[in-house]
């Protein structure tokens, strides 16, 4: 692996139960390094899941502690139930219980303000979108306005999946609706303008959740029906969107040493699958080889730091 250079960012994908992965690769990194997350990261950017261990990165927490978070917390935040399996018919499928109650016991009551007055001082951004202004919230510790916020409520109104846990306070949801389930440009941008970094003396790791495999059915795509599409149609307005976002930072910050690094899964697993933590686990050392032996996604071939076509 290449050695880091002066300032190191993270910017961690959303993906539910799929974060695990992140954490034991993160785990791994340590060990490797032998320094703990919140020492090798000065900015963590994170959406959804991401913002679970961005979170816990501004904590203090290191990557084998998030890592049994994960591998604990799975079965009993999405703890199959009538709800669940009868979702359709309820507003939403999981209480914010577990969840609240497992982030405040290792978030403890940290709010984004007292991040901001710690050394040395770490920076971090989550996404939340707002219902009642139509519009991406970029959560930081410095703007006056989520200063006297919890960390506990920022991951919260991050992780507020649509149909999958209840909206925070009415109005915020998860951070990716929209265009930010890959919150990289948001780390690269962040990191510029408001941190002032050199990006010569930068390195930014991006980190993703895994690449859903691609439907090698489609030639049978004019026969498929409304609810065929569906899913389709949202995977892949969701990679797009990912890949974009590492495309637009492979072009705009050329100078920054930017590493986006991906698995790809050989089936579907969903955001809510606990049955498959094992799985995720061995995903999570694959991550953490590819990141070991500076294998980048094939999404930053897409441009090689040339404008789109």
């Known amino acids: 692996m290449k050695p880091f250079r002066q300032n190191v960012a993270i910017a961690i994908d959303g993906g539910g139960i799929k974060g695990v992965m992140v954490a034991r690769a993160l785990s791994i990194l340590e060990e490797h390094l032998g320094q703990g997350a919140p020492e090798i990261f000065h900015l963590a950017a994170g959406t959804s899941t991401g913002s679970v261990l961005s979170a816990g990165i501004a904590a203090g927490l290191n990557g084998a502690e998030m890592y049994a978070l994960y591998m604990g917390l799975g079965p009993m935040v999405f703890h199959r139930t009538i709800r669940s399996r009868l979702w359709p018919l309820f507003r939403y499928r999981y209480p914010q219980r577990p969840l609240k109650q497992a982030l405040q016991a290792h978030l403890g009551d940290l709010t984004l303000g007292d ?10 951004v ?7 202004e139509n519009r991406t919230r970029f959560i ?3 703007k006056p306005d989520y200063a006297d916020w919890s960390l506990v409520k920022a991951v919260l109104a991050s992780s507020a999946v649509p ?6 306070e009415g109005r915020y949801i998860d951070g990716g609706v929209g265009s930010y389930a890959n919150p990289v440009y948001v780390a690269a ?3 510029l303008f408001q941190l002032g970094w050199d990006p010569a003396e930068t390195t930014l790791l991006s980190l993703g959740t895994g690449r859903v495999p691609v439907a090698h059915d489609v030639s049978r795509a004019n026969r498929w029906w409304a609810w065929d599409w ?3 149609i949202l995977g892949a307005f969701m990679d797009s969107a990912t890949d974009q976002q590492v495309h637009l930072v492979d072009t705009f910050f050329q100078d920054l040493d930017f590493r986006r690094f991906q698995v790809d899964l050989h089936q579907p697993i969903a955001m809510d699958d606990a049955s498959a933590l094992p799985v995720l ?3 999570g050392e694959e991550l953490a080889r590819l990141i070991l032996n500076d294998i980048t996604d094939r999404a930053m071939e ?5 404008p789109m076509p």
Not at 115 to 124: A, E
Not at 126 to 132: E, G, P, Q, R, V
Not at 163 to 168: D, E, L, Q, R
Not at 302 to 306: P, V
């Open 115 to 124: 991040l901001w007055g710690r050394s040395p001082r770490i920076d971090v």
């Open 126 to 132: 989550i996404t939340a979108f707002d219902l009642l």
């Open 140 to 142: 930081k510790p410095y």
């Open 163 to 168: 149909t999958y846990f209840p909206i925070v």
């Open 189 to 191: 941008y962040e990191l």
């Open 230 to 232: 569906l899913p389709r």
């Open 281 to 283: 686990s061995a995903y």
């Open 302 to 306: 897409l441009g090689a730091g040339r």
